[in-house]
């Protein structure tokens, strides 16, 4: 933008971006950015905040939140100021005892949200989340707007997993088709250590797993961008309809293009990830089973009804922010807390992390 601008106008390189006004977009309460293997400091000293752009910016506040004023029951609206005031001291650590460690409170939930009595946490939280679904899995609008969300890939699999064992269709199984990327800085020797076999172990966020189990009728996300101008974006949430050897025919659950049928097809992804000390190619649908998904995947998705199973503590700034906002009605959250639980009580506590020195500077 400098380079542009300086035709126009001679001072444009002392100029931020040349002196045009840029607008970001975010929310510091929110997930922060991701450094692999970064500390407290390396994660905050990653946010705008802390750049030297910052001086040069003006803040500008969205006061309302907009998915409660969705609410259109009048039992939703009645508790909304409750539900608002909550959430305000949550995402700004106000609530809370001051843990061991030197990053987190622990807060307690609130009697309405919290499900207390439960023998097996998966099938409580999944009970309460998708009770119309589970009485009448042939009817997919039980399927809009509805999520369990946790903490970690683990916990989310489990769900999908006892999710997909009471549906009564068919099974299909897709294998991926694994290898090492080929790079100047990769010779044989390490493709021949790496095999496909112990390639096709390796799961991380955002790109599928090497066996993709599917079954008519589920819910499943889009892991990678496809047709922005259709509506198949990171994040998209679909409804298998038909399957195919290498083509997945599913429809848009939410959104501008709802009800729309398209066809899926196999990609090859290219994963680079900080633990794995190689590059590897996966060719797979780029799709995951989502009944349950990560609080940090759940991140701009707006649910009527949503389930939080902690089966785990949150581990960083802003997950439980980010999942007890993503529901338009304090009626449709739960919780379960299962990381501390023991027969003869129950918890009724959590972790919530809550950096906050990230918000120097915004006010």
């Given at each position: 933008m400098r380079d542009i601008m300086h035709f126009s106008n001679r001072n444009s390189e002392s100029m931020p971006f040349g002196g045009k006004t840029i607008v970001f977009g975010g929310d510091f309460r929110q997930i922060l950015p991701v450094i692999p293997k970064g500390r407290r400091q390396d994660i905050v000293n990653a946010t705008i905040?802390?750049?030297?752009?910052?001086?040069?910016?003006?803040?500008?506040?969205?006061?309302?939140?907009?998915?409660?004023?969705?609410?259109?029951?009048?039992?939703?609206?009645?508790?909304?100021?409750?539900?608002?005031?909550w959430i305000l001291k949550v995402e700004d650590g106000a609530i809370g005892n001051k843990t061991d460690g030197l990053y987190a409170c622990t807060i307690k939930i609130p009697d309405d949200i919290l499900i207390r009595e439960w023998?097996?946490?998966?099938?409580?939280?999944?009970?309460?989340?998708?009770?119309?679904y589970i009485n009448d899995p042939s009817n997919d609008n039980h399927l809009e707007k509805v999520a369990v969300l946790a903490p970690t890939l683990q916990i989310v699999d489990d769900i999908n997993d006892y999710m997909m064992s009471l549906s009564s269709n068919d099974i299909e199984t897709f294998l991926s088709s694994d290898t090492v990327s080929k790079s100047k800085?990769?010779?044989?020797?390490?493709?021949?250590?790496?095999?496909?076999?112990?390639?096709?172990?390796?799961k991380c966020s955002g790109v599928p797993n090497h066996v993709l189990k599917l079954k008519v009728g589920i819910p499943i996300m889009l892991l990678r961008n496809i047709d922005h101008s259709a509506g198949l974006s990171n994040g998209t949430r679909m409804v298998v309809t038909k399957l195919g050897k290498r083509v997945?025919?599913?429809?848009?659950?939410?959104?501008?293009?709802?009800?729309?049928?398209?066809?899926?097809?196999?990609?090859?992804?290219?994963?680079?990830d900080h633990?794995?000390?190689?590059?590897?190619?996966?060719?797979?649908?780029?799709?995951?089973?989502?009944?349950?998904?990560?609080?940090?995947?759940?991140?701009?998705?707006?649910?009527?009804?949503?389930?939080?199973?902690?089966?785990?503590?949150?581990?960083?700034?802003g997950q439980l922010?980010?999942?007890?906002?993503?529901?338009?009605?304090?009626?449709?959250?739960?919780?379960?807390?299962?990381?501390?639980?023991?027969?003869?009580?129950?918890?009724d506590d959590t972790h919530n992390v809550v950096y906050k020195e990230v918000f120097r500077n915004v006010s």
């Open positions: 905040n802390a750049s030297y752009i910052w001086d040069h910016c003006q803040v500008l506040k969205l006061t309302k939140n907009m998915r409660l004023q969705a609410a259109h029951t009048s039992v939703d609206r009645a508790g909304l100021g409750d539900f608002a005031e023998h097996d946490p998966i099938k409580a939280i999944v009970d309460h989340t998708y009770a119309e800085f990769q010779n044989d020797f390490i493709a021949s250590i790496h095999t496909p076999e112990f390639i096709n172990t390796i997945i025919k599913a429809k848009i659950l939410p959104g501008t293009s709802m009800g729309q049928k398209f066809f899926i097809p196999r990609m090859t992804l290219t994963l680079s633990r794995i000390p190689f590059k590897f190619q996966r060719r797979q649908f780029p799709i995951m089973v989502s009944y349950g998904m990560t609080i940090n995947k759940s991140q701009g998705q707006s649910l009527s009804r949503v389930g939080l199973l902690l089966k785990n503590h949150v581990f960083c700034h922010y980010v999942a007890i906002t993503r529901v338009t009605s304090r009626s449709g959250l739960k919780i379960v807390v299962a990381h501390d639980h023991k027969e003869d009580e129950c918890v």
